[in-house]
């Protein structure tokens, strides 16, 4: 069975984004259906997979990760405007329901990137 991991990387800081909060939906003509919420530990990964068994399947996702809650703790104040980033939304597609899908996120202020991991 495939399942869907995701790692976050603070790239500013040189270290795992811990305590990142990210939602997970799936993407059905215009609908938006949620399948979870989910926080970054420690290492920058959620405690299990994000989606696996009967609920990984072929189709269209969305992960929304809260970038700007999580820059604002590291930079120890919000500022009074808004941020640069704030929510980053990946849409991503999954077309092999038995393989690993990884989607990590290198972030920092001012930039990120992603790409599909191993």
Same mark, same amino acid.
């Given at each position: 069975m495939g399942y869907l991991t995701t790692h976050v990387l603070d790239t500013a800081q040189g270290c795992p984004a811990n305590g990142l909060r990210l939602t997970l939906y799936r993407l059905e003509a215009d609908d938006r259906q949620t $399948?979870?919420?989910f926080v970054t530990n420690d290492d920058g990964r959620c405690d299990g997979p994000l989606l696996e068994g009967d609920a990984f399947r072929v189709g269209e996702y969305e992960l929304v990760f809260q970038a700007g809650a999580y820059l604002d703790r590291q930079e120890g104040a919000a500022g009074s405007g808004p941020r640069? $980033?704030?929510?980053i939304p990946i849409r991503f597609g999954i077309d092999e329901a038995d393989a690993?899908?990884?989607v990590p996120l290198l972030l920092s202020p001012f930039g990120y990137s992603t790409y599909r991991g191993s």
């Open positions: $399948l979870g919420e640069f $980033l704030d929510s690993h899908y990884h």
